[in-house]
């Protein structure tokens, strides 16, 4: 037997918070409890027809069948580039702006490791989407984070972050719409944080998963509809939200060419690209987009207005969010984000996600996932209004 360690940088991760949850998730499971599970941020919904139509015709095509290209197919960045003007009226070069990712996560976890050296400053939001804090673990940096309270309508103060640290600021995370929080940012935003960054001479790193995922006609908007931007960003684009293709593992990251080269030497060193076949589904995806995306966020929008409304009638007080598919809400006055999540599981078999495990400033509230029927969602709101009180 040799003595097995793990690593430092495995040891300093955060301690995972979900633990008890998920236990207590899959001991009713087994006891075989009628679960809803509001856990989960993954589609619930099919990946459509079209694209799947469109694998299946790439797949059989031998020249998939080999290792992409590290920038991947010429033609998978131009649908990227398209479909970027077409969307935000944002011009992107096809030959150094843009990037393919085996889904956007794993973009956003190696970036720090092309920019950040041990002692940088990685600034996070809190509460936020995990990997953020992981990525600049793995590379060695500090986490500095910058709370998300409702009274600032959860967009981070950037006057309040330490001057005496901004130095040593190398990178910052921010993600709108945003996870877990549901709220969105108008385009002044980005230009507060540009001119910031600018100004302090950091690197921003958007996240702009949930882009696509907004309502009531709200179209929200990329960082580089902001004059500088591509001087100071990049922005993660993922097509599993979207599209309904969490599973198949692609993304993509565009802007400021110095910062995508970085991250691509990163990448070329660990993976070898995303399988062509799906860059040529992704691609099938992008074009079509405009007569897809109604279908989906029709869907999460009638969930959402059942949801909170329902909520609202037992006398929550949840704002509907404008984007993504969650509703953040706090929990009664006698509980914490753990007690609330148990009591919910134990007593109405829903599962929702206590807000302290996405940060300490989530303590208090409590994220359910839109991505379950308006049947199940309906039932649980009856759940709640009886068993619950
Ligand atoms: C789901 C999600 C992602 C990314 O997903 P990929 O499947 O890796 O593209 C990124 N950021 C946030 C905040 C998410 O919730």
Same mark, same amino acid.
């Given at each position: 037997?040799?003595?097995?360690?793990?690593?430092?940088?495995?040891?300093?991760?955060?301690?995972?918070?979900?633990?008890?949850?998920?236990?207590?998730?899959?001991?009713?499971?087994?006891?075989?409890?009628?679960?809803?599970?509001?856990?989960?941020?993954?589609?619930?919904?099919? =990946?459509?027809?079209?694209?799947?139509? *469109?694998?299946?015709?790439?797949?059989?095509?031998?020249?998939?069948?080999?290792?992409?290209?590290?920038?991947?197919?010429?033609?998978?960045?131009?649908?990227?580039?398209?479909?970027? #003007?077409?969307?935000?009226?944002?011009?992107?070069?096809?030959?150094?702006?843009?990037?393919?990712?085996?889904?956007?996560?794993?973009?956003?976890?190696?970036?720090?490791? %092309?920019?950040?050296?041990?002692? &940088?400053?990685?600034?996070?939001?809190?509460?936020?989407?995990?990997?953020? #804090?992981?990525? =600049? @673990?793995?590379?060695?940096?500090?986490?500095?984070?910058?709370?998300?309270?409702?009274?600032?309508?959860?967009?981070?103060?950037?006057?309040?972050?330490?001057?005496?640290?901004?130095? #040593?600021?190398?990178? $910052?995370?921010?993600?709108?719409?945003?996870?877990? =929080?549901? *709220?969105?940012?108008?385009?002044?935003?980005?230009? &507060?944080?540009?001119?910031?960054?600018?100004?302090?001479? @950091? @690197?921003?790193?958007?996240? %702009?998963?949930?882009?696509?995922?907004?309502?009531?006609?709200?179209?929200?908007?990329?960082?580089?509809?902001?004059?500088?931007?591509?001087?100071?960003?990049?922005?993660?684009?993922?097509?599993?939200?979207?599209?309904?293709?969490?599973?198949?593992?692609?993304?993509?990251?565009?802007?400021?060419?110095?910062?995508?080269?970085?991250?691509?030497?990163?990448?070329?060193?660990?993976?070898?690209?995303?399988?062509?076949?799906?860059?040529?589904?992704?691609? %099938?995806?992008?074009?079509?987009?405009?007569?897809?995306?109604?279908?989906?966020?029709?869907?999460?929008?009638?969930?959402?207005? @059942? $949801?909170?409304?329902? $909520?609202?009638?037992?006398?929550?007080?949840?704002?509907?969010?404008?984007?993504?598919?969650?509703?953040?809400?706090?929990?009664?006055?006698?509980?914490?984000? *753990?007690?609330?999540?148990? %009591?919910?599981?134990?007593?109405?078999?829903?599962?929702?996600?206590?807000?302290?495990?996405?940060?300490?400033?989530?303590?208090?509230?409590?994220?359910?996932?839109?991505?379950?029927?308006?049947?199940?969602?309906?039932?649980?709101?009856?759940?709640?209004?009886?068993?619950?009180?």
């Amino acid at each position: 037997m040799i003595r097995i360690e793990k690593s430092e940088r495995l040891k300093r991760l955060p301690p995972y918070l979900f633990v008890e949850i998920d236990k207590a998730k899959s001991r009713a499971r087994d006891e075989g409890r009628p679960i809803i599970d509001l856990g989960v941020g993954d589609p619930d919904i099919p =990946t459509p027809n079209f694209i799947i139509d *469109a694998l299946n015709k790439a797949v059989r095509d031998p020249a998939t069948h080999r290792y992409a290209l590290d920038q991947g197919l010429p033609e998978f960045r131009t649908a990227c580039a398209k479909w970027f #003007k077409r969307r935000f009226n944002v011009d992107l070069k096809v030959e150094n702006e843009i990037h393919p990712l085996i889904g956007s996560k794993e973009g956003i976890v190696h970036m720090p490791l %092309a920019f950040v050296n041990p002692g &940088d400053i990685v600034i996070v939001p809190d509460p936020c989407y995990p990997p953020y #804090k992981s990525g =600049t @673990i793995f590379a060695g940096g500090e986490i500095l984070l910058m709370p998300l309270v409702e009274s600032h309508n959860f967009l981070p103060d950037l006057k309040s972050i330490n001057h005496h640290l901004l130095h #040593k600021v190398k990178m $910052l995370y921010i993600n709108y719409p945003n996870n877990p =929080t549901g *709220a969105s940012c108008e385009k002044k935003f980005f230009k &507060d944080i540009v001119d910031f960054a600018i100004k302090h001479n @950091i @690197i921003i790193c958007h996240d %702009a998963a949930y882009s696509e995922i907004a309502f009531d006609g709200f179209k929200p908007p990329s960082i580089f509809e902001v004059e500088g931007a591509k001087d100071v960003a990049i922005e993660f684009h993922s097509l599993s939200k979207t599209f309904n293709m969490s599973g198949w593992r692609i993304g993509f990251v565009c802007g400021n060419h110095e910062l995508i080269e970085g991250l691509a030497k990163v990448k070329s060193n660990i993976d070898s690209g995303v399988f062509s076949a799906i860059q040529k589904a992704g691609i %099938a995806a992008l074009d079509n987009y405009d007569r897809h995306i109604k279908s989906v966020t029709k869907v999460y929008e009638e969930r959402r207005d @059942i $949801l909170v409304d329902g $909520l609202n009638s037992l006398g929550w007080n949840v704002k509907k969010p404008k984007a993504t598919f969650y509703v953040w809400a706090k929990v009664p006055p006698r509980y914490t984000s *753990a007690t609330f999540a148990k %009591a919910l599981l134990d007593k109405a078999d829903i599962v929702a996600t206590p807000g302290n495990g996405f940060g300490v400033h989530g303590e208090g509230c409590i994220r359910m996932a839109l991505t379950v029927d308006k049947r199940r969602i309906k039932e649980a709101l009856d759940r709640i209004k009886n068993r619950l009180g």
